[in-house]
């Protein structure tokens, strides 16, 4: 049974929430400031957290990168502000995915299960994960590539940074998350090296490399995976 842990300042946000993710079969956790929520996901066992970004000692972004610091649990953002700039932004600090309001808690609960499906690495690697009708086709228990049913030869760093975006459809990942996933923490080189590691796949998969459709670059941010699941 997964643990959610839900984050808001409004007692009935929270308690709406709450219940619809009971009645889904979820066990959760509250908490009403970001410093809780924080203090929560390092102490106890947590499987995704719904987080608003308008709280009353911290912003949500600010949660959001804290705890990404330590832990790769998903990230659900809630925000009354509904600019792109916003979106953008709660997306860039290690968000999976934001949901505005008001919103109805049926499509949170369907967002949840969605997210989980998508990061679940026993989901994950029990079976191939195919984009855009199969166009390109990733066989995590192999470790292949297919681009329209052809073998492709990825070095093991550019498979290991297209697998761990393929994961998280729409994140985006600077170029510091990457390096770090990818290539360690202890890594000394230039964190450029991830924009070659990119080209280099987008030469392999892309079928014009000009215009990429997979991994897409989000200007002075990063980067972020767009391939449509079939």
């Known amino acids: 049974m997964k643990t959610i842990l839900v984050v808001d300042d409004e007692p009935k946000i929270r308690d709406v929430v709450v219940s619809y993710l009971s009645k889904e079969g979820f066990q959760t956790v509250e908490a009403e400031t970001g410093s809780e929520a924080i203090q929560i996901v390092q102490n106890e066992s947590v499987d995704f957290v719904i987080l608003d970004l308008m709280l009353p000692d911290m912003e949500g972004e600010h949660v959001c990168q804290s705890i990404r610091q330590i832990h790769s649990v998903p990230i659900l953002m809630l925000t009354a502000k509904v600019s792109e700039h916003n979106r953008i932004k709660g997306l860039s600090v290690g968000a999976d995915d934001y949901l505005i309001k008001p919103f109805d808690p049926r499509e949170v609960v369907a967002r949840v299960r969605a997210i989980l499906r998508r990061t679940d690495d026993s989901y994950l690697l029990a079976d191939r994960l195919a984009f855009n009708k199969g166009e390109l086709t990733i066989d995590s228990l192999r470790q292949h590539v297919y681009r329209g049913g052809e073998l492709v030869s990825l070095t093991p760093n550019e498979y290991k940074l297209l697998l761990l975006m393929a994961?998280?459809?729409?994140?985006?990942?600077?170029?510091?998350?990457?390096?770090?996933?990818?290539?360690?923490?202890?890594?000394?080189?230039?964190?450029?090296?991830?924009?070659?590691?990119?080209?280099?796949?987008?030469?392999?998969?892309?079928?014009?490399?000009?215009?990429?459709?997979?991994?897409?670059?989000?200007?002075?941010?990063?980067?972020?995976?767009?391939?449509?699941?079939?």
Do not use: C, W
């Open 167 to 230: 994961k998280h459809p729409q994140r985006i990942f600077s170029r510091e998350q990457l390096v770090e996933r990818v290539l360690g923490y202890d890594f000394e080189g230039d964190i450029r090296t991830i924009d070659q590691h990119v080209k280099n796949i987008r030469q392999k998969i892309e079928m014009d490399p000009k215009s990429p459709k997979y991994i897409v670059t989000v200007y002075g941010t990063g980067y972020r995976f767009a391939g449509g699941t079939v």
